[in-house]
């Protein structure tokens, strides 16, 4: 599975757009990138997930540049309540045995007034 | 809808006692498995999982074992815990040969005195 390298901490205040990137040199052809949210003493959850160039959802955006080395999500006005750690990861969108998401110690956004 | 259960939700164990956690998951037929643990500020650490009855891959040695005694059936079980087993334990679900998202439990908080 590829290694990704994100911020450890960023802080921001409430309005405005956050962007956490992810390094992902050794991505494979066949890897997609999903990113996850976690709340304190919470289970993660999806939050988006692409292959290349763009997508987004009604809670964000994920950018994908030509070479796949490495992913934005972007955070529209964020709130309080966006206040998480944000992970990304990168693995095989469908596998035939089990899909192993290997997750690190993800980024920690701290949203303030 | 599918759901996914854990229990305890909170648990207190000597040193030396025995651990069963369980997981039971609804609504879906044949998921793979996983089991995840996170120590306290840290990113999570997958244990086992599973595609199937009875089928258990392990990720980390340890003292810990899991067991898959029904489809949607997945337990934890150490027979005799140490400190460092102290963490946030996770269960999470995934559709075989679905897009990769996995959908997490409520999760165990396992303090070992």
């Known amino acids: 599975l590829a290694k990704t390298t994100q911020p450890i901490s960023m802080d921001s205040y409430e309005g405005q757009e956050v962007n956490i990137t992810c390094s992902h040199n050794?991505?494979?052809?066949?890897?997609?990138i999903t990113w996850y949210q976690q709340f304190p003493s919470q289970g993660p959850r999806f939050i988006i997930q692409g292959y290349k160039t763009k997508v987004t959802n009604e809670v964000a955006s994920l950018f994908i540049p030509a070479d796949r080395k490495s992913s934005t999500l972007s955070l529209p006005r964020v709130s309080l309540s966006d206040t998480a750690v944000y992970y990304c990861?990168?693995?095989?969108?469908?596998?035939?045995?089990?899909?192993?998401?290997?997750f690190g110690t993800g980024t920690r956004l701290q949203v303030t007034l | 809808s599918q759901t996914i259960h854990q229990w305890p939700a909170t648990l207190v164990q000597p040193v030396g006692s025995p651990l069963s956690l369980e997981c039971t998951v609804e609504?879906?037929?044949?998921?793979?498995l996983y089991w995840y643990r996170q120590a306290a500020g840290r990113g999570l650490q997958l244990l086992f999982y599973s595609v199937g009855i009875g089928q258990i891959s392990s990720e980390v040695p340890q003292n810990l074992s899991a067991s898959r005694p029904q489809d949607r059936q997945f337990i934890l079980s150490s027979k005799k815990l140490l400190l460092s087993d102290s963490g946030f334990y996770l269960c999470?679900?995934?559709?075989?040969?679905?897009?990769?998202?996995?959908?997490f439990g409520p999760g165990t908080r396992l303090t070992v005195l």
């Open positions: 050794n991505i494979a052809t066949n890897d997609y």
């Open positions: 990861l990168v693995g095989p969108r469908k596998t035939g045995t089990a899909s192993k998401l290997t």
């Open positions: 999470a679900w995934r559709l075989a040969g679905g897009p990769g998202e996995q959908f």
């Open positions: 609504g879906t037929s044949n998921p793979n």
